[in-house]
């Protein structure tokens, strides 16, 4: 598979899961135990004044024993979820190590057609599966009420068939008498998959959501008994009389509500709100849910979730104070650029080591407060340092430790709309500002290996583009990359938006032997009469055309000349992506074509 299928962003993960599959482990474990205590007593109201009555009131009828899974049910749940892991893992590790030997193989070989032709099942399955939206050709391109409001997106294939095999294994293990007593009995391994960090959000959601399900079903198991038997007044009498009912309840408020508020309309439309609504009701959810357990060994697993967010959130913090705190702090440079968007240049307060296509969260307290925000990493400078551990200095990039790092940010609602307007209402639109920079996150694929690169980018997306440039461009001319064609095509509403990375593009053309590998194409889309458009020099590296790029022809001309495997890599708009994707699905036959999306639905 390749190494955009099998890239995970493991942080992410940390940043996601934990709380939601831990105390969803320990809600559901507790479901069954309650389950096999209520079965196997006959019916009647139990003792209703005792707080750890178990449930008992009015419960269950009828002798026949539940199933033997109360312990074990949450073990599986691990077990099923850290096969899948490990698989991603194991795969992740071969392609890397495929693209390795491929990159070997090609330094010195200016055709590289042994790896032009694809592999005919690999086609297929990118084709049908991997790189296949759910339906048709939308994937990426959100749906809006009413052109403005927020709706989400579709899952691909592969993602929704690993939700519905989710929804499978705690189905089967809510319903199905699984006898544990049986040697011969395994647990069945999971789908094979490849995780980016928009479909992190996708699982996260999604997981979230089951939880939410058995949590209602669990309730509902009490509730509609209770209420059969006694009316509403005994239930009401039960919740007045037992914190053990109460904090159940208010658990089941907690996980409905999260539910309820984390749709995308409310989201997209007040996210800083939603961020902190969420957190504080997890909080009152997990103290709930704490109260709920008390006395039962399903405690534990509140404790192991706790323990692992407060963990996660306290090496994050250590490592945040050590990367911005010293030789006077991290500062960020804002500039108001046309196109309501800023050029924002941190200065870091101590070098970082950084890769093409990482991302970093931006805390800027003046503006935001605590709250960060992920943003592309567009450009890097450094200074020239040697340290004792590097070993052979290769190129005089293992000199450089990266002291500056540059953002494009697009104005948007809530905090980038305030920081836009303290830029543009200081002296020439700049103002130096006190931040702090986590990360860097991703980048965990690496395009070296490719003969032919093509990256399609639109607006504030050639963010993510232009450092695999500058990284390909350096390595054509050092002979450390397989690459031999280069080409980048961004779309643009306007001249004035050539502003943004006008510099680096400048640094990059005077780079040694780049008129030799690379090629970009500007689409400027709202040019008011083709006049405004510079003549094309022939022979340019960089040409421009007025309207939208015709995304057909230019992957089949690539295609046409194609060295060596190819690459595909779009960063934009949901539309250019569907648009792109389309094109490289159909093509999956003809010859070696591998799509990477780099997208931040949420």
């Not at 969260?361 to 020239?384: D, I, K, M, N, R």
């Amino acid at each position: 598979m390749t190494t955009a299928m099998m890239n995970m962003n493991m942080n992410v993960y940390l940043r996601l899961h934990p709380l939601v599959i831990l105390s969803g482990l320990a809600a559901a474990a507790h479901d069954h135990s309650q389950s096999q205590t209520q079965s196997q007593t006959t019916g009647g109201g139990g003792n209703q004044d005792n707080d750890n009555d178990q449930a008992g009131n009015g419960g269950g009828g009828g002798g026949q024993a539940g199933p033997n899974i109360s312990a074990q049910l949450p073990y599986i749940v691990l077990l099923s979820l850290g096969s899948l892991v490990a698989i991603v893992a194991i795969c992740h590790l071969a392609s890397r190590v495929a693209a390795h030997i491929r990159k070997l193989a090609c330094l010195n070989n200016e055709t590289q057609r042994s790896f032009v032709q694809p592999n005919p099942t690999l086609a297929l399955v990118k084709e049908h599966l991997v790189y296949a939206p759910l339906l048709r050709t939308r994937h990426n391109n959100e749906f809006k009420l009413g052109g403005s409001i927020n709706m989400g997106t579709v899952p691909g294939r592969l993602p929704t068939l690993i939700i519905c095999g989710l929804f499978a294994m705690n189905l089967a293990l809510l319903l199905v008498d699984i006898p544990f007593s049986d040697p011969e009995q395994e647990v069945a391994g999971m789908l094979l998959l490849g995780v980016s960090f928009d479909t992190f959000n996708l699982f996260h959601r999604w997981l979230a959501r089951i939880v939410v399900l058995e949590a209602i079903t669990h309730a509902l198991s009490y509730i509609i008994p209770t209420v059969q038997k006694g009316g509403f007044a005994a239930f009401q009498k039960s919740v007045q009389g037992s914190t053990h009912i109460l904090t159940g309840l208010v658990t089941v408020i907690m996980f409905v509500t999260l539910m309820l508020h984390s749709f995308s309309a409310l989201r997209h439309a007040f996210y800083e709100t939603f961020l902190h609504l969420h957190i504080l009701l997890v909080v009152v959810a997990l103290v709930a849910v704490w109260y709920h357990l008390d006395g039962y060994p399903q405690q534990g697993w509140i404790v192991a979730a706790i323990g692992t967010w407060i963990g996660e959130r306290v090496t994050r913090l250590v490592i945040l104070t050590f990367r911005n705190i010293g030789n006077g702090g991290t500062t960020a440079l804002v500039e108001a650029l046309p196109g309501d968007t800023l050029r924002v240049s941190l200065r870091m307060a101590r070098p970082w080591k950084f890769r093409p296509g990482q991302h970093l969260y931006l805390y800027v307290p003046s503006v935001g407060l605590w709250t960060s925000h992920p943003f592309s990493v567009a450009w890097s400078e450094g200074q020239e340092t040697l340290s004792e551990d590097k070993g052979i200095v290769m190129t005089r990039q293992d000199l450089l430790a990266t002291t500056t790092l540059s953002l494009l940010i697009r104005r948007k609602k809530g905090f980038t709309d305030r920081l836009y307007k303290r830029a543009a209402g200081s002296t020439f639109g700049r103002v130096s500002l006190k931040a702090f920079a986590e990360g860097p996150y991703g980048g965990l694929h690496s395009l070296d290996s490719y003969g032919t690169v093509l990256l399609f980018a639109g607006g504030v997306g050639i963010t993510h583009q232009v450092p695999f440039v500058r990284h390909l461009v350096a390595g054509f001319a050092n002979g450390t990359v397989a690459t031999r064609r280069l080409a980048l095509i961004w779309t643009v509403q306007s001249l004035d938006h050539l502003e943004w990375i006008r510099p680096w593009m400048k640094t990059i053309v005077e780079m040694s032997r780049c008129e030799e590998i690379l090629r970009v194409q500007i689409f400027i889309t709202r040019a008011r009469d083709a006049d405004e458009i510079p003549d094309n020099r022939p022979g340019a590296i960089i040409t421009m055309s007025a309207g939208r790029p015709p995304i057909d022809t230019l992957i089949a001309s690539e295609a046409s000349q194609q060295v060596g495997a190819m690459v595909v890599v779009v960063c934009g708009a949901g539309s250019l992506g569907d648009d792109v994707r389309r094109v490289c699905r159909q093509r999956q036959n003809a010859s070696h074509i591998d799509y990477m999306e780099e997208s931040f639905t949420w």
